[in-house]
């Protein structure tokens, strides 16, 4: 039968630590203290007086919360904790941008202060395709996010019209169908906005420069990260000028603002990086280094990643690759996942119905468990229906039937 695996993923690591490779934290839906301190701190002396041991943060923006965890060059932790998204309203709906904004401050606030003192990098991650549209000058947010699963078909014929076929860019739920969503609106002043990405705009309260993006998250918006440029056919674009300028994840931006370092005591020299998405965050977490490995992210959704030598795209499938240094990680992400569980059981529920199933006994029931209509991965189809009929009387058996058809959709 088929086995659902979920991996729990607790640090993360920045590009700028000398001794390892990049690492990130996700796991959203693996309940934690709101925060969890490690004091065991080590002290090294120099020629100039005390000098501390270099900390790097890195923080995780999912779909339901956000989370940090602060270690040192050996990857140990020092600290991690984690908030849930609080609700703001605009306008009758949930003020997504005020919300992201006030849990970056929290979490930066929840670290301890003498862990802050010796943080020499900031980095985070936030979810794929969740786009904001600023003004350029101030920084103003225009419009309401676009949201990692949010489907624009009204600006997937234009976008379909431009792109090479089967491109990434040819899903509902791209970046670049959002932009051109907004863009034909035809809102006052549109040429003077600049589009980035959660990660972005939050990097950019950070550190103050906007306009800035890394490769990961620009790829549904176009950038060809092989070649390192937008395509020419991108280019030729009216709103192309919208666009962010791209570096490589953990790339080096600037220093933290002033206003950062006086409010929480970063040191005056912390520097912000360039960042990624949460499911390559998983993927480097887990610390699968060999091509052919896996690494599944069950969160309120579900994302896979393969690293592969080999480049593989095709929106028909919503399979797509983000480069990984001079590999690929091949994959996609399904609509399934934590959500809907959570919307049919509580956690109580989980916990105790799971342990009555016997995993050695399959279940009969075939579901495609949605919490609403609409599909990414393995197949882009935004009008795909949830099934979960017939519902059995044991509750036992319902989990079972789910549990079982996640994990058809993972293989």
Same mark, same amino acid.
């Given at each position: 039968?088929?086995?659902?695996?979920?991996?729990?993923?607790?640090?993360?690591?920045?590009?700028?630590?000398?001794?390892?490779?990049?690492?990130?934290?996700?796991?959203?839906?693996?309940?934690?203290?709101?925060?969890?301190?490690?004091?065991?701190?080590?002290?090294?002396?120099?020629?100039?007086?005390? +000098?501390?041991?270099?900390?790097?943060?890195?923080?995780?923006?999912?779909?339901?919360?956000?989370?940090?965890?602060?270690?040192?060059?050996?990857?140990?932790?020092?600290?991690?904790?984690?908030?849930?998204?609080?609700?703001?309203?605009?306008?009758?709906?949930?003020?997504?941008?005020?919300?992201?904004?006030?849990?970056?401050?929290?979490?930066?606030?929840?670290?301890?202060?003498?862990?802050?003192?010796?943080?020499?990098?900031?980095?985070?991650?936030?979810?794929?395709?969740?786009?904001?549209?600023?003004?350029?000058?101030?920084?103003?947010?225009?419009?309401?996010?676009?949201?990692?699963?949010?489907?624009?078909?009204?600006?997937?014929?234009?976008?379909?019209?431009?792109?090479?076929? +089967?491109?990434?860019?040819?899903?509902?739920?791209?970046?670049?169908?959002?932009?051109?969503?907004?863009?034909?609106?035809?809102?006052?002043?549109?040429?003077?906005?600049?589009?980035?990405?959660?990660?972005?705009?939050?990097?950019?309260?950070?550190?103050?420069?906007?306009?800035?993006?890394?490769?990961?998250?620009?790829?549904?918006?176009?950038?060809?990260?092989?070649?390192?440029?937008?395509?020419?056919?991108?280019?030729?674009?009216?709103?192309?000028?919208?666009?962010?300028?791209?570096?490589?994840?953990?790339?080096?931006?600037?220093?933290?603002?002033?206003?950062?370092?006086?409010?929480?005591?970063?040191?005056?020299?912390?520097?912000?990086?360039?960042?990624?998405?949460?499911?390559?965050?998983?993927?480097?977490?887990?610390?699968?280094?060999?091509?052919?490995?896996?690494?599944?992210?069950?969160?309120?959704?579900?994302?896979?990643?393969?690293?592969?030598?080999?480049?593989?795209?095709?929106?028909?499938?919503?399979?797509?690759?983000?480069?990984?240094?001079?590999?690929?990680?091949?994959?996609?992400?399904?609509?399934?996942?934590?959500?809907?569980?959570?919307?049919?059981?509580?956690?109580?529920?989980?916990?105790?119905?799971?342990?009555?199933? +016997?995993?050695?006994?399959?279940?009969?029931?075939?579901?495609?468990?949605?919490?609403?209509?609409?599909?990414?991965?393995?197949?882009?189809?935004? +009008?795909?229906?949830?099934?979960?009929?017939?519902?059995?009387?044991?509750?036992?058996?319902?989990?079972?039937?789910?549990?079982?058809?996640?994990?058809?959709?993972?293989?």
């Amino acid at each position: 039968m088929l086995i659902l695996r979920q991996f729990q993923i607790s640090s993360f690591e920045l590009f700028q630590s000398p001794k390892q490779t990049g690492f990130y934290s996700s796991s959203r839906s693996v309940p934690l203290p709101r925060t969890r301190f490690y004091s065991d701190f080590r002290v090294m002396s120099g020629n100039k007086g005390t +000098n501390y041991e270099k900390l790097y943060l890195g923080m995780d923006f999912g779909t339901s919360g956000g989370r940090f965890t602060v270690i040192d060059e050996q990857g140990e932790i020092k600290a991690q904790g984690k908030r849930e998204y609080p609700p703001f309203m605009k306008e009758e709906s949930m003020g997504w941008a005020s919300s992201w904004k006030a849990t970056l401050f929290s979490l930066l606030e929840d670290i301890p202060v003498t862990v802050r003192s010796l943080v020499s990098s900031i980095s985070l991650d936030g979810t794929s395709a969740t786009t904001l549209i600023l003004n350029s000058e101030s920084g103003e947010v225009l419009c309401q996010p676009y949201l990692y699963n949010q489907s624009c078909p009204d600006a997937l014929p234009e976008v379909k019209s431009i792109a090479p076929a +089967n491109h990434t860019v040819c899903s509902g739920t791209s970046t670049l169908c959002k932009l051109v969503s907004w863009w034909n609106t035809e809102v006052p002043n549109r040429e003077s906005a600049v589009l980035l990405h959660q990660a972005d705009w939050l990097l950019w309260l950070l550190h103050g420069r906007l306009g800035v993006s890394d490769y990961n998250n620009a790829l549904k918006v176009g950038y060809d990260p092989e070649s390192e440029s937008y395509p020419s056919w991108l280019l030729g674009q009216p709103y192309s000028q919208l666009l962010p300028k791209v570096q490589a994840p953990g790339t080096s931006i600037g220093n933290l603002k002033e206003s950062f370092t006086r409010q929480f005591g970063f040191p005056d020299d912390c520097i912000v990086c360039t960042g990624t998405t949460d499911s390559i965050a998983a993927f480097l977490a887990a610390r699968a280094t060999e091509p052919g490995k896996a690494v599944t992210s069950l969160g309120s959704t579900l994302a896979i990643k393969l690293l592969s030598t080999k480049r593989v795209d095709d929106a028909r499938y919503g399979v797509y690759s983000h480069r990984l240094d001079d590999k690929w990680l091949v994959g996609g992400a399904s609509n399934t996942g934590g959500a809907i569980l959570r919307q049919l059981f509580s956690d109580e529920q989980l916990e105790r119905l799971s342990q009555e199933i +016997n995993p050695m006994v399959g279940s009969p029931l075939d579901y495609y468990p949605l919490q609403s209509s609409g599909e990414r991965f393995p197949i882009a189809d935004p +009008n795909l229906a949830p099934r979960l009929l017939p519902r059995p009387e044991s509750d036992v058996e319902f989990l079972h039937g789910i549990l079982e058809s996640i994990a058809r959709i993972e293989v």
